[in-house]
């Protein structure tokens, strides 16, 4: 869907898929694990961080995400099937959000790309990385609808629990942790 210029990030866009294979090579197991827990290894997560959140910057700035009802249009549909506080809550957002789709646009764009960014040229990117996990919680609630596993008709719960673990792989709540790897120490001869 995102090259048909219809995908949206409040409805999981890019998509679990492609964030469930960069995932895969993020935790793929180094052979010098001595970078365990460093800078080293959190730079490429933080850069793949930037790179998703600023494209996904780019998608809420199309015209099918930009227009006076779309976003009220993506929580109503987000809403169908599904329990009625659920289906309730994103009712009530889609009427608030009725006819301020660019506004809500450009400011979901501008938050994107300072949440993408931050890590990268912040000091202290925990902040940066909390709220781009909180706001994909948001995305998750509202227009991803939990990844209508509430339906009985969901296959995976959808993008943001995997956005939210791309941003603890790029920076983990554990620093100094001993590699797993190390060897036993051998006995002195006597």
Excluded: K
């Excluded at 309730?88 to 790309?113: E, W």
Aim: aromatic content about 6%; some cysteine; charged content about 10%.
């Amino acid at each position: 869907m995102i090259f048909t210029g219809q995908a949206s990030p409040l409805t999981g866009a890019p998509g679990a898929v492609l964030l469930y294979g960069v995932l895969a090579v993020l935790a793929w197991p180094r052979r010098d694990a001595s970078f365990a827990g460093s800078e080293i290894q959190r730079r490429p997560a933080r850069i793949v961080w930037a790179v998703l959140w600023v494209g996904m910057a780019g998608l809420w700035v199309l015209p099918a995400n930009r227009g006076a009802g779309s976003i009220s249009s993506a929580l109503t549909n987000a809403a169908s099937g599904e329990p009625g506080w659920l289906s309730h809550l994103d009712l009530g957002l889609a009427h608030a959000a009725n006819g301020r789709g660019t506004v809500l646009a450009v400011v979901l764009a501008s938050a994107s790309v300072a949440i993408g960014v931050g890590p990268l040229v912040s000091r202290r990117p925990h902040r940066w990385l909390v709220g781009g996990a909180a706001l994909s919680l948001v995305f998750w609630v509202t227009g991803e609808a939990l990844g209508g596993m509430l339906t009985g008709l969901g296959t995976d719960p959808n993008a943001a629990p995997l956005v939210i673990l791309l941003g603890l792989t790029a920076c983990p709540l554990s620093v100094g942790l001993p590699a797993l790897h190390r060897r036993a120490p051998t006995a002195v001869p006597a």
